[in-house]
């Protein structure tokens, strides 16, 4: 394991280190770069390659050590994980995220059926304003969410947009209502 290697997954929305070395010259939106510091220490960092851009050669995005770096050692690219359903067998991931991506792709299945039904529209105006009825005002919801993260050991950064607090209180409405069945 390299230093700030849980920093980048973190900052690339990534379940674990991608296994797909790069070849050295097909274009990547988002990859894990392996940099070597001066101190001979590797860590990582994000980095990109994207086609059309001003560089001929990978670009890092961000680093999240304070030392310069002197050399890239190894990149591994981020697959795509979204592309097309029938693409999951043959992507570069260990069983479990195969598993992990294919349940991924039914829930947005599932999901937009209910929204073309007609039916995540009906129950969200039945529901009150804040989503939990010991919600009255933002301030209460921020706290709300603040204090579920850290029970549930979720990291990441509270939403600041009162639409965006009401769709995460609603995820989890939805997620605890989707587990007590």
């Known amino acids: 394991m390299y230093r700030f290697e849980e920093d980048v997954l973190d900052y ?3 379940p674990s280190m991608p296994r797909k ?3 050295g010259a097909s274009h990547f939106d988002k990859g894990v ?3 070597e510091g001066k101190d001979g220490d590797k860590c990582c960092a994000a ?3 994207v086609d059309g851009s001003d560089y001929d050669k990978p670009v890092i995005t961000k680093v999240f050590g304070i030392e310069p770096f002197v050399r890239i050692v190894d990149i591994y690219t981020v697959p795509d994980y979204m592309s097309v359903a029938s693409e999951v067998p043959d992507m ?3 069983a479990e995220s195969k598993k992990r991506a294919e349940e991924i792709l039914e829930e947005a299945a599932e999901m937009s059926a209910e929204e073309e039904a007609g039916e ?3 129950e969200l105006k039945q529901l009150p304003e804040w989503i939990f009825p010991e919600i009255t005002n933002k301030a209460e919801a921020e706290a709300w969410l603040r204090r579920y993260r850290s029970v549930n050991h979720i990291r990441g950064r509270i939403p600041t947009d009162e639409e965006a607090i009401k769709l995460s209180l ?3 409405f939805q997620d605890n209502k989707k587990y007590s069945r």
């Open 47 to 49: 980095c990109s390659f």
């Open 33 to 35: 770069a392996v940099v």
């Open 120 to 122: 995540a529209d009906g």
């Open 170 to 172: 609603y995820s989890i």
């Open 21 to 23: 070395k790069w070849d």
């Open 12 to 14: 690339l929305g990534l």
């Open 92 to 94: 570069d991931l260990d």
